[in-house]
């Protein structure tokens, strides 16, 4: 069925940079649109952005829009979070999922997720 | 962007109870409707997609239905290991996706 594993969650100021990685196993990255889905402490579920296989169409939501940016290397079977411009609100786990088309668009594998703390 | 309302937002019952949960789109998803279950600590997991479709490994007792705006979840025997919390999602149309707010559902 596959496996997907998140890295590269930790600890940054506000304003910093992180880079989180996600490495799949067990099925080819370059057949799938992927996806990030993040959690804040206590709340519920966040999706943050979607990539095509090719990195030919990305979408955001709106409140990552111009900080984070989604891409691939499906040649590495990896999939990255850039995040820039880090705030508070941004602290979360963070999840890699993959999207599988059949009968219409889900998230049919998911990552055990990267925690992600944006603090002074 | 559309909104998805689920409720209640938390539930207690007994095990083999039938539950129910809503989820409702602020416009039209046609069937585009999924939902998770997730428990503490843990990644979800896909339960139900497009609205009706039961996941390969998810036992028969869960099921969806619902097109357009409303759409339910049904757990026809609640078991102690359906203690978690339930999300929908919207997956239609540009890719701008969205989830429900999650209930919680607890075993009396």
């Known amino acids: 069925e596959g496996q997907l594993v998140e890295s590269g969650g930790g600890l940054v100021q506000p304003g910093g940079s992180l880079r989180l990685s996600c490495t799949a196993s067990?099925?080819?990255?370059?057949?799938?649109?992927m996806s990030w889905v993040r959690q804040a402490p206590g709340k519920g579920l966040e999706w943050v952005a979607n990539?095509?296989?090719?990195?030919?169409?990305?979408y955001y939501v709106d409140s990552v829009k111009g900080r984070f940016l989604i891409s691939r290397d499906n040649a590495k079977n990896s999939l990255y979070l850039q995040m820039n411009s880090l705030r508070a609100e941004d602290t979360a786990v963070y999840y890699c999922?993959?999207?599988?088309?059949?009968?219409?668009?889900?998230?049919?594998?998911w990552g055990q997720g990267t925690t992600v703390t944006v603090s002074s | 962007d559309i909104q998805m309302t689920q409720s209640p937002s938390s539930l207690s019952a007994s095990v083999g109870d039938r539950v129910t949960i809503t989820c409702r789109a602020s416009?039209?998803?046609?069937?585009?409707l999924n939902w998770y279950q997730q428990k503490p600590g843990k990644a979800p997991k896909l339960l139900i997609y497009?609205?009706?479709n039961l996941q390969s490994g998810v036992p028969s007792r869960f099921s969806g239905s619902g097109s357009g705006t409303d759409f339910t979840l049904t757990i026809s025997s609640l078991q102690p290991e359906d203690s978690a919390t339930y999300y929908c999602?919207?997956?239609?149309?540009?890719?701008?996706?969205?989830f429900g707010q999650g209930t919680k559902v607890e075993i009396k």
């Open positions: 999922a993959r999207i599988s088309y059949i009968g219409g668009p889900h998230l049919d594998v």
């Open positions: 067990g099925f080819a990255l370059d057949s799938y649109w």
């Open positions: 990539i095509k296989q090719d990195e030919s169409e990305k």
């Open positions: 416009q039209s998803i046609v069937f585009y």
């Open positions: 497009s609205a009706s």
């Open positions: 999602q919207q997956s239609y149309g540009d890719l701008v996706w969205t």
